[in-house]
């Protein structure tokens, strides 16, 4: 078998009849999802859609209840963890750790790490090497995380909600260091429900309501057939329906 | 620079658009040679395919042309980006025009509007 | 990969204990000087000195059986988990290198306590000039006559590790099992960690009881090698390391099976 040749044929993300539930609630509902690679993809929906689940499923945090997903032609596992650079909905570092000690475990796991450009990026943000971890503040722990996620090459980042909550000046450092740091082979999949800020750098974008992807398309073309912008796409579609709540 | 994108179109051809006046203004100077799609992809703040797709439409155009050594250059055909630049200019008139012609003006009226205008 | 693993595991562990293995050994060198000659204490200083020892000593019990809880729990399962879960390594791995840190851990609290105890009783101790001499030249008596000294010496060691091990991945599994629901999560551990505990004494005792039935005794009288109630020991020691061993397989692989097909971070 030829390795590479299965790699550049394959698109990266296929997930097919996937479900995932939690308990009797149903988180995902048979998503059918494919995604090329060199893409920015934006991954659409108000909360409680299925956002954050689609996205722990392809880092393998997930074990899907049904139907399957591929990344790089393979299921999650060690290889797709490799080339998965994942930046949570939240701060998953150790209590016990500095900076230098986070920089160093990227460095040893992650084969595609760049450490010159961590460190840049770290003294950039003002953050020296025995910085505690404990002691920074929330913003100065997200930019480090992001920092360290987006100093690698790898062929897809998966980034959760990286610009809620988050104030106009962080929003633009962060994107622009999303577009500026990503390996332009890889992949990009930005999950958000702050459309109108992100959408100018997304290639496609994918609604996902209720579990359902709903509509999967490119960016351009989308506001060029319905001449309105997705934010504006999004907001009609995921109108709250007066009458939704039934008889009272 | 600052770049003006509006709802509602595709955002590589409002790039593209932009892009062009810069070049036909003589912001982007003949035989130039222009920023790397990064670089522009960054200051505009989108995603570099998009920068890619409205740079593709001026090479299309005839505007630009790359080059395997040297990166992407302004077209140093003079004539190309003086039709561009006088297409521009008659787009831009024919709006004038036709909102003038809203508030009952004709066409020489315009005109002379014009000229009063400017002095 | 484990070995990597392992570095950080280690890094955490010593920023744990750096502090706390010398304090134990610091507390017991001042009780033990506290002591008078006789042995007796003298006063409130040395009241007060025996009581902080027994304190550290807890001390040092109670923290090594958190760490234990806390590396696995907080470490794996809670937000550090989506750091340590999306590393190229496979569960077994993990698993594995928190097993190894904590058995290095225990070893080594071990080793502090039996310091603590010589240097409290260090003053009511004559040690001959050549004491590891002396140690040697004891040993080689008793090996002279027993050759399966040694064999028994390094076989209760195994057998103190694999069932260290065993205690170790029991608490793993039961935390594990508490993973499953997505409520009540601590509660629901305790309670597996007490009915696995029970079940594996029931097992045990069957076990035992088995034992006797097939005459494994009468068996074990039977392959004497050198002489006579050391190769009994032997063979019983064996026993118990593989019966350990079973109990380390079985709690790894409900504990890997688990973490691997129903991993649920929230």
């Known amino acids: 078998m030829n390795e590479t040749a299965v790699t550049n044929h394959t698109p990266l993300i296929r997930c097919c009849g996937l479900v995932k539930s939690f308990g009797a609630k149903r988180a995902l509902d048979g998503v059918e999802l494919e995604i090329g690679r060199g893409r920015i993809v934006g991954l659409l929906g108000p909360n409680g859609s299925g956002k954050t689940t689609l996205i722990k499923l392809l880092c393998g945090l997930l074990q899907p209840s049904a139907g399957f997903l591929m990344i790089d032609g393979r299921e999650p596992g060690v290889h797709t963890k490799g080339i998965t650079s994942y930046l949570p909905d939240r701060m998953y570092f150790a209590d016990w750790m500095c900076s230098r000690d986070l920089v160093d475990l990227f460095a040893d796991f992650y084969s595609d790490f760049d450490r010159k450009k961590a460190t840049e990026m770290c003294s950039t943000l003002g953050i020296g090497p025995r910085d505690r971890i404990k002691s920074m503040s929330k913003g100065t722990k997200e930019k480090l995380q992001l920092a360290l996620v987006m100093s690698r090459a790898a062929q897809l980042y998966l980034l959760d909600e990286p610009i809620a909550g988050v104030d106009p000046a962080a929003r633009d450092f962060i994107l622009s260091t999303i577009l500026t740091n990503y390996n332009e082979n890889g992949t990009v999949l930005i999950s958000t429900h702050l459309i109108s800020d992100v959408e100018r750098t997304l290639d496609e974008a994918v609604f996902l309501k209720s579990g359902h992807v709903v509509r999967h398309e490119a960016v351009d073309e989308l506001r060029e057939r319905e001449g309105k912008s997705v934010d504006a796409l999004f907001r009609e579609i995921f109108r709250a329906h007066p009458m939704e709540g039934g008889e009272w | 620079m600052d770049w003006k994108l509006d709802d509602g179109r595709p955002i590589w051809t409002q790039l593209a658009e932009q892009l062009t006046r810069q070049i036909v203004s003589g912001e982007y100077p003949p035989g130039s040679r222009l920023p790397s799609v990064r670089e522009l992809a960054e200051s505009a703040g989108v995603n570099p395919n998009t920068m890619q797709r409205a740079l593709a439409q001026l090479e299309a155009d005839g505007l630009a042309a790359s080059n395997r050594t040297s990166g992407r250059m302004v077209t140093d055909d003079s004539v190309v980006i003086d039709a561009r630049r006088r297409a521009l200019a008659k787009k831009h008139i024919s709006e004038y025009l036709a909102a003038m012609s809203q508030l009952g003006y004709t066409a020489e009226e315009s005109a002379e509007l014009l000229r009063e205008g400017e002095k | ?266």
């Open chain 3, 1 to 266: 990969m484990l070995r990597k693993l392992l570095k950080y595991e280690f890094r955490c562990m010593w920023r744990e204990f750096a502090i706390l293995w010398p304090a134990a050994l610091a507390v017991a060198f001042l009780t033990g000087c506290s002591l008078e000659d006789n042995g007796q204490s003298s006063g409130m200083f040395s009241v007060v000195m025996a009581m902080v020892f027994t304190g550290v000593m807890i001390a040092l019990f109670v923290i090594s059986v958190i760490f234990i809880i806390k590396r696995f729990n907080s470490g794996l399962l809670r937000d550090e988990g989506y750091l340590m879960f999306t590393l190229p390594v496979t569960t077994g791995k993990l698993v594995l290198s928190k097993l190894l840190t904590a058995l290095v851990m225990i070893i080594i609290t071990c080793v502090v306590g039996i310091a603590s105890m010589f240097l409290l009783w260090w003053k009511f101790i004559n040690l001959p000039q050549d004491l590891l001499g002396e140690i040697f030249r004891a040993i080689g008596i008793i090996t002279s006559e027993e050759p399966l000294l040694w064999l028994s010496m390094f076989q209760f060691c195994v057998m103190m590790l694999v069932w260290s091990a065993a205690s170790i991945l029991e608490i793993y599994a039961a935390i594990s099992i508490g993973h499953l629901f997505q409520r009540w999560r601590v509660i629901i551990s305790v309670i597996a960690y007490i009915v696995i505990s029970a079940i594996q004494t029931q097992l045990m005792a069957l076990i035992g009881n088995l034992a006797t039935l097939v005459g494994l005794g009468d068996f074990m009288r039977y392959i004497r090698i050198g002489g006579g109630e050391y190769a009994a020991a032997n063979t019983a020691f064996l026993m118990i390391i593989l019966l350990g061993l079973a109990f380390c397989v079985a709690y790894y692989v409900i504990t890997t099976l688990i973490l691997s097909k129903n991993l649920n971070l929230e």
